[in-house]
């Protein structure tokens, strides 16, 4: 045990230098074998905290002063509130897409999706009432948007499920996704033409099937999974 | 939060010790149970279970993440022949902790050796039933009509080099009680009175090295937590202490440790009388009843309170020095028990506090820092030095 010169305090063996005036400890028969310290251990690293609530007020107060802002400026120059409610609708999914999940955190992402699903397709709705000229935005949009909805759906699904390998998960995502460019296809081409045959979406979705069911197959094959796990580092 | 660390004779054995955490949270069932929101106040819910037992860690008394704690308001933490335990202070005191974690050592040494200890002040038995008295609010049973307000002057505080929040830098001294106990007869007062002198002298050192007008114009003071139990007679683990703020007036010309010393007695003697204790927590509990208050929702409150507590919470003293005294633990328990260690957490106003605790003939200092300077821990270990009391530390570094 050595004395720190200073302060005439004992210092323990494992102190090169004194925790109290940091001279540093000149002993040639310091035990250098007894070097563990009484605080040694593992470092708990709780992260950075963020500041949840005031992240969320923060996004929020973001999104509302330019809603007021068009609000007041709506009022002014059209007598009324018209189109300001194109911003107010836009400002509400961007918090239930951003806000939500960070404010209700750890629910299920069902919950979360099911959220975001109903407010966009509200808004369509909503932009289809204030705004009759514009034909596209039921046959259309909508479609799209609840195809997309179906989709996101079972790829959570997919990718919650902890029976199947990351190499099989990605195949079956492929399959899934593949039936997005078909259900845009035949919304488009049956609001120009009436027709329910899809033109384009073959050659998106065609090799996506493929690429996805050789995957769910080679996924089943374990010297073929081990050959695409290793090229693919995973 | 704050810590309590055993130091045992041999190696913990985790899977004795989870199965005498579970014995020990059946026997107190105040140390089980979860922070809740309420509509207008955070409540206590009884929860099933025991937290994990972690490996102890290099930078103690982290904030609690209460998800990852299986949402008790308490951690424990065991490395080789030490079992730490941390607590979050809504929960319990220093006595209440030191309770549950000495009848959890007591029922760790029962489990592995066949010990049978006696309950003592700091052992209850876990084959005993827990009382209604044990886990009771002691403010509320107390409090009574009387009040006095909490107006003070600020205090003199020091600051530094900030350290990463996820860091605490602990310096402690260990020293024999029998030389501080002579030191503190030499000066006519009590181990307790004494060390807070010790300490306040070390604050009103620093003060005077910082050169300047403006650093004299506040008094030096710390703080000082008080356990309620001695005044007002009930067996509760859950929180009951109050503190007091001693303190010198630093402008008006140079203090000797002996006028610290007197200072600190004659406030701590004016202070520490039943009534000025009752009527300091009454005003608390006042505030508590108070219907118009009660009605307020609670995330308004959180949201005053919090501002109040960055504005004036920590005005009024520099320091903190919380002393458990000496501990007594059965004859059976004493050789497996080799040293006890108490710590103070992370305070975001004060840069350093300190804990104190006795036992088996040896007194553990420790301080707990947030700014990379040592000075005061300096100051006041060399002013024991300087007296003559042999001290030995250990510390995790410089920051």
Same mark, same amino acid.
């Given at each position: 045990?050595?004395?720190?010169?200073?302060?005439?305090?004992?210092?323990?063996?494992?102190?090169?230098?004194?925790?109290?005036?940091?001279?540093?400890?000149?002993?040639?028969?310091?035990?250098?074998?007894?070097?563990?310290?009484?605080?040694?251990?593992? $470092?708990?690293?709780?992260?950075?905290?963020?500041?949840?609530?005031?992240?969320?007020?923060?996004?929020?107060?973001?999104? *509302?002063?330019?809603?007021?802002?068009?609000?007041?400026?709506?009022?002014?120059?059209?007598?009324?509130?018209?189109?300001?409610?194109?911003?107010?609708?836009?400002?509400?999914?961007?918090?239930?897409?951003?806000?939500?999940?960070?404010?209700?955190?750890?629910?299920?992402?069902?919950?979360?999706?099911?959220?975001?699903?109903?407010?966009?397709?509200?808004?369509?709705?909503?932009?289809?009432?204030?705004?009759?000229?514009?034909?596209?935005?039921? !046959?259309?949009?909508?479609?799209?948007?609840?195809?997309?909805?179906?989709?996101?759906?079972?790829?959570?699904?997919?990718?919650?499920?902890?029976?199947?390998?990351?190499?099989?998960?990605?195949?079956?995502?492929?399959?899934?996704?593949?039936?997005?460019?078909?259900?845009?296809?035949?919304?488009?081409?049956?609001?120009?033409?009436?027709?329910?045959?899809?033109?384009?979406?073959?050659?998106?979705?065609? !090799? *996506?099937?493929?690429?996805?069911?050789?995957?769910?197959?080679?996924?089943?094959?374990?010297?073929?999974?081990?050959?695409?796990?290793?090229?693919?580092?995973? | 939060?704050?810590?309590?660390?055993?130091?045992?004779?041999?190696?913990?054995?985790?899977?004795?010790?989870?199965?005498?955490?579970?014995?020990?949270?059946?026997?107190?069932?105040?140390?089980?149970?979860?922070?809740?929101?309420?509509?207008?106040?955070?409540?206590?819910?009884?929860?099933?279970?025991?937290?994990?037992?972690?490996?102890?860690?290099?930078?103690?008394?982290?904030?609690?993440?209460?998800?990852?704690?299986?949402?008790?308001?308490?951690?424990?933490?065991?490395?080789?022949?030490?079992?730490?335990?941390?607590?979050?202070?809504?929960?319990?005191?220093?006595?209440?902790? $030191?309770?549950?974690?000495?009848?959890?050592?007591?029922?760790?040494?029962?489990?592995?050796?066949?010990?049978?200890?006696?309950?003592?002040?700091?052992?209850?038995?876990?084959?005993?039933? !827990?009382?209604?008295?044990?886990?009771?609010?002691?403010?509320?049973?107390?409090?009574?009509?009387?009040?006095?307000?909490?107006?003070?002057?600020?205090?003199?505080?020091?600051?530094?080099?900030?350290?990463?929040?996820?860091?605490?830098?602990?310096?402690?001294?260990?020293?024999?009680?029998?030389?501080?106990?002579?030191?503190?007869?030499?000066?006519?007062?009590?181990?307790?009175?004494?060390?807070?002198?010790?300490?306040?002298?070390?604050?009103?050192?620093?003060?005077?090295?910082?050169?300047?007008?403006?650093?004299?114009?506040?008094?030096?003071?710390?703080?000082?937590?008080?356990?309620?139990?001695?005044?007002?007679?009930?067996?509760?683990?859950?929180?009951?202490?109050?503190?007091?703020?001693?303190?010198?007036?630093?402008?008006?010309?140079?203090?000797?440790?002996?006028?610290?010393?007197?200072?600190?007695?004659?406030? $701590?003697?004016?202070?520490?009388?039943?009534?000025?204790?009752?009527?300091?927590?009454?005003?608390?509990?006042?505030?508590?009843?108070?219907?118009?208050?009660?009605?307020?929702?609670?995330?308004?409150?959180?949201?005053?309170?919090?501002?109040?507590?960055?504005?004036?919470?920590?005005?009024?003293?520099?320091?903190?020095?919380?002393?458990?005294?000496?501990?007594?633990?059965?004859?059976?328990?004493?050789?497996?028990?080799?040293?006890?260690?108490?710590?103070?957490?992370?305070?975001?106003?004060?840069?350093?506090?300190?804990?104190?605790?006795?036992?088996?003939?040896?007194?553990?200092?420790?301080?707990?820092?947030?700014?990379?300077?040592?000075?005061?821990?300096?100051?006041?270990?060399?002013?024991?030095?300087?007296?003559?009391? !042999?001290?030995?530390?250990?510390?995790?570094?410089?920051?």
């Amino acid at each position: 045990m050595s004395y720190c010169v200073h302060c005439g305090v004992k210092l323990a063996d494992y102190e090169t230098r004194c925790p109290l005036c940091d001279t540093e400890v000149l002993d040639l028969n310091r035990n250098e074998a007894n070097t563990e310290g009484y605080y040694q251990g593992r $470092m708990d690293i709780n992260g950075k905290k963020i500041n949840k609530r005031f992240l969320v007020m923060l996004i929020s107060l973001a999104l *509302l002063i330019p809603s007021a802002a068009v609000a007041v400026i709506d009022l002014v120059f059209s007598s009324g509130l018209t189109w300001a409610f194109y911003v107010f609708g836009a400002a509400l999914i961007i918090w239930t897409f951003i806000v939500l999940p960070i404010y209700v955190e750890g629910k299920s992402p069902y919950i979360y999706l099911t959220a975001d699903l109903c407010v966009s397709s509200l808004y369509i709705l909503a932009l289809s009432w204030l705004n009759t000229s514009v034909k596209w935005l039921m !046959p259309v949009a909508m479609p799209i948007i609840l195809s997309a909805g179906v989709c996101a759906f079972l790829i959570i699904f997919i990718v919650q499920d902890k029976r199947i390998g990351k190499i099989e998960k990605g195949g079956w995502i492929m399959i899934v996704t593949s039936f997005l460019p078909w259900a845009i296809d035949i919304a488009v081409t049956h609001y120009l033409t009436y027709s329910f045959i899809p033109e384009w979406a073959w050659y998106v979705s065609i !090799p *996506l099937l493929i690429l996805g069911g050789v995957l769910v197959v080679a996924s089943r094959n374990i010297s073929m999974s081990e050959w695409i796990r290793r090229n693919l580092f995973f | 939060m704050f810590r309590i660390s055993v130091t045992l004779s041999d190696d913990v054995d985790l899977r004795i010790l989870e199965e005498a955490q579970i014995h020990t949270l059946k026997r107190f069932p105040s140390f089980a149970s979860r922070l809740r929101k309420g509509l207008f106040w955070h409540f206590f819910e009884h929860i099933d279970g025991a937290p994990p037992i972690l490996e102890d860690i290099y930078n103690p008394t982290q904030p609690l993440r209460f998800r990852r704690n299986r949402y008790f308001m308490y951690r424990l933490l065991y490395r080789k022949n030490r079992i730490s335990a941390e607590f979050f202070h809504a929960l319990t005191d220093g006595t209440g902790a $030191m309770t549950f974690l000495l009848s959890l050592v007591a029922e760790y040494l029962h489990l592995k050796n066949g010990l049978h200890v006696m309950p003592s002040k700091y052992v209850f038995r876990c084959s005993d039933s !827990p009382q209604a008295e044990e886990y009771e609010d002691a403010f509320l049973r107390y409090a009574g009509s009387n009040v006095t307000g909490l107006s003070e002057r600020p205090s003199y505080r020091y600051t530094g080099t900030a350290v990463p929040l996820n860091k605490l830098l602990i310096i402690s001294g260990e020293m024999p009680t029998e030389a501080l106990h002579d030191k503190a007869k030499e000066y006519r007062t009590s181990i307790g009175v004494f060390l807070a002198a010790v300490l306040l002298y070390s604050v009103y050192k620093k003060q005077k090295s910082e050169m300047s007008k403006r650093a004299l114009r506040h008094d030096a003071k710390i703080s000082l937590p008080i356990n309620l139990r001695r005044f007002f007679p009930t067996k509760t683990v859950r929180n009951f202490s109050s503190y007091i703020n001693p303190g010198i007036k630093s402008r008006l010309g140079d203090y000797s440790f002996e006028e610290v010393l007197a200072q600190v007695e004659h406030f $701590m003697g004016m202070n520490i009388t039943e009534k000025e204790l009752n009527a300091r927590f009454s005003g608390n509990v006042k505030i508590e009843k108070n219907l118009l208050l009660r009605i307020v929702p609670l995330f308004l409150k959180d949201q005053i309170l919090k501002i109040g507590h960055d504005l004036l919470g920590n005005r009024y003293s520099a320091s903190t020095i919380s002393n458990l005294g000496k501990v007594e633990v059965d004859e059976a328990m004493r050789p497996f028990i080799t040293r006890i260690d108490f710590m103070l957490g992370r305070s975001y106003g004060k840069r350093s506090s300190c804990g104190c605790v006795s036992y088996n003939g040896n007194t553990v200092i420790t301080f707990s820092r947030t700014i990379v300077e040592a000075d005061i821990e300096r100051n006041f270990f060399r002013q024991l030095v300087e007296m003559g009391i !042999p001290v030995a530390i250990e510390s995790n570094g410089r920051g």
